[in-house]
């Protein structure tokens, strides 16, 4: 090949390479730069971490792929067959076999050093503000505090922000998976094994999830949900919430207790919602004999169920967890509001019936 050409040819690949190089760069770092991030606005700080990890390898697997596409692309212009062309033929290349071991190790090592921190601030559990145990079920989520003793079903995990909290997670069936996308984590539920974690949401706010393991007929109905609220309202909630189930002895223990177990379903004045959850006021069940409203609210009820001759077909958890005491308390609450004319129930027929 004449020189002439040779020298055309390298002047006009440098021309490609960089043109490409300046293309990428700012395709990968513009974004970044300007302040885009796969987890907009994270909300822990392992999600913080786990973003920019992301972008990381994002910004360098990006450049490898427009190295190689550019080598490629010229590869194949210059070395495409020509009538009458013999090639050269190269055996090894010493400079460009270590340049092409050492770059890559160097780009795995880059890649590494963030991976690792990122694993062992996940892992590192710090001293908790919080411990929560939080236990799968088909199909909802219960919670409970261990170190206030309150447990809730079916509402929303709530926690203080900005504090630490662990999670130690297991199951009362099969496995599920309790996954909030905004945590950046996804952790296991299994029966007979406890799992934990922690996350500190550096804000106030909902976050939501689902469950993340397929776990029967209505998975798509475990959903997730945390209320991170400012330290001093999740006190105030707290101590409100063992206060009323301290005061469960006295008076108007069935109407706080409702109020907390089934009232996010079936609604303070006990009129259900249209369609989904049918109502307790004027309801068959809670006027009618003892024993099936009692065994309905310690078994729950799948399948569809007729109430004031509307038919639904929703899921009631079962309440085995709550107490003897408490369970008389709310279902002799249902039975004597809102018109119904239901008998009262004792600690003592909750018993009878509960393994039943
Ligand atoms: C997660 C929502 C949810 C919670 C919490 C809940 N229920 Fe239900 N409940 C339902 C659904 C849905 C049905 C209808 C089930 C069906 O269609 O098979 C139902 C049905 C009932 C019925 C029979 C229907 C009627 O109105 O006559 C009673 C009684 C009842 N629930 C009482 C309670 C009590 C007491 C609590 C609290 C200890 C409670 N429920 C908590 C969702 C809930
Ligand atoms: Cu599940």
Redesign the pocket.
Known sequence: MANGTGLKLRRWLITVITTLAACLGSICIAPTAAGWNLFDDPVTPVAAQVGSLFNLITIITGGILFVVWTVLSVAIWRYRHQPGRIPRLVHGNIVLEIVWTVVPAILLLIIAVPSYRTLMAMETIPPPDLTVEVIGHQW?WEYRYPDSGLIL??QPLRVPAHRNIKLLLTSADVIHNWYVPDFAFKISTIPGRINQTWFRTERAGSFVGQCAELCGTLHSRMQIAVEAMPPEAFAGWQRQMVAQSQGQAAGGAGKA??ET??A???QLNGE?LAG?????AG????SGPPDA?IS??LKG?????T?KSQ???????P?VQ?SDEE?AA??TY?RTTWGNRGSTVTPAQVRALRGR
């Open positions: 909802y079903t079916n207790l409702y177990n089934c996010a379903c079936h259900g989904a959850i049918p109502p307790l309801a068959e069940i809670p409203h309905l609210v009820k799948m399948g569809p169920l109430v038919t639904y077909n929703g899921v009631m958890p309440f709550l369970l709310i279902i249902e």
